[in-house]
């Protein structure tokens, strides 16, 4: 299955590839009706410490903990990628507490989100991947 890496090596920290995935889960066909004096809520978070950046998703892990913690049932397993029925999500962060990751977290009405590769929006494939000036960010499969 395909999945998104990132080279760190090559992130400069420009955060474009949270607003790329803010926009593409949006539900806008414009990104600047999408994003303009938005509260951006990405799938996706950049993360830096001592002059290295990293952008942090669900690595759809084949044995997830998320899936494994989550009381509710809101998470599954369909073909390889962790998705989330956010009307079966309670709130509870114990997936947030399991993930090795830091890759969920939840939205503005603190029902949980996460990457799920850009299937469950009109792109199809990760905007991120897409967005990325420095080609830091691929999906692929390895």
Same mark, same amino acid.
Not at 33 to 40: F, G, P, V, Y
Not at 121 to 138: D, F, L, M, Q
């Given at each position: ?24 889960? %949006? ?5 600047? /009706? ?8 990405? @799938?996706? *978070?950049?993360?830096? /410490? ?8 669900? @690595? ?7 899936? *494994? %913690? ?17 009307? /079966?999500?309670?709130?509870?962060? %114990? ?18 989100? *996460? ?14 991947? *897409?967005?990325?000036?420095? /080609? ?7």
């Amino acid at each position: 299955m395909k999945r998104v890496y990132v080279n760190e090596q090559w992130c400069l920290g420009c955060h474009l590839c949270e607003f790329y995935c803010a926009y593409a889960n %949006s539900g806008e066909e414009n990104m600047v /009706k999408a994003l303009k004096d938005a509260i951006i809520r990405p @799938r996706i *978070k950049v993360e830096e /410490k001592d002059g290295i950046s990293f952008a942090v998703n669900c @690595r759809h892990c084949t044995e997830p903990l998320c899936v *494994k %913690s989550c009381i509710a049932g809101a998470l599954t397993q369909v073909d390889g990628l962790i998705v989330i029925d956010q009307s /079966k999500c309670v709130g509870c962060f %114990s997936c947030i507490m399991a993930c090795p990751y830091g890759a969920l977290m939840p939205n503005e009405n603190g029902v949980m989100q *996460k990457c799920e590769l850009c299937t469950t929006n009109s792109h199809g494939t990760p905007e991120c991947v *897409k967005g990325c000036p420095n /080609k830091a960010i691929v999906f692929e499969e390895r």
